[in-house]
């Protein structure tokens, strides 16, 4: 069974796979093209629990990467990926919660590039099954 953080992740990538920007989960094996899209599970803070329903606090860690002299399409970029990522809200029982991004040089390959880095905050509930059910 899927753990509703991995979930959330996969769900993540999937809305912003729509887009013409390669997504990939953080860890795993991606090429040096520019732009891309790299996400992955920042922290998970468990809420609290009131009679079944739990609810977990999960910040996604998202990262937008383009050749530095792109910065233009960075933003636009960061754009859809803030516009895309509220679309998860009306199809799963969670809320968008809270975002931040900042803009940073850094490197990637060795490759000088700009990096729009997002912390996106997400309330997850979910209900628990109660025995003998």
Known sequence: MITPEADLL???KAVLSGSTVPVFIEGHHRPAKLPQVAIKLSSVQQQHQVK????IKATVAIDVYAAQGQSADALAIGRAVVNNLSYLTTHWDIRFDDYS????YDEL??????RLAFLVDYLIYSTEKTKGV
């Open 10 to 12: 996969q769900s993540v």
């Open 52 to 55: 079944t329903l739990s609810v």
């Open 101 to 104: 991004m900042r803009t940073l």
């Open 109 to 114: 390959n060795g490759q000088p590039v700009i």
